[in-house]
């Protein structure tokens, strides 16, 4: 059995209120040197495959297909 990890992220350049949200919080708590936050997610995936190469290339359609927005959202994965 295999891991995978994707971690998708808003694209640069597409406003993302959640970590401008977060952002303000952090300034309002007293950590003034925050100036930009993304926010984003991970995604765990246990594969039944067995070969890095056949399980990144089965994840990166996933990520195509259903786990991220491509238009406004990049991911990267990870196989463990």
């Known amino acids: 059995m295999m891991k995978a990890r994707v971690t998708v992220m808003l694209k640069t350049g597409v ?3 959640q970590g401008e949200a977060v952002r303000h919080a952090l300034g309002a708590l007293g950590f003034d040197g925050v100036e930009g936050v993304r926010q984003g997610k991970v995604i765990e995936l246990d594969l039944a495959e067995t070969s890095a190469a056949e399980a990144e290339a089965n994840v990166t359609r996933m990520c195509e297909k259903l786990l991220a927005n ?10 463990a």
């Open 70 to 79: 491509t238009v406004i959202e990049s991911y990267r994965v990870e196989i």
């Open 15 to 17: 406003l993302d209120p």
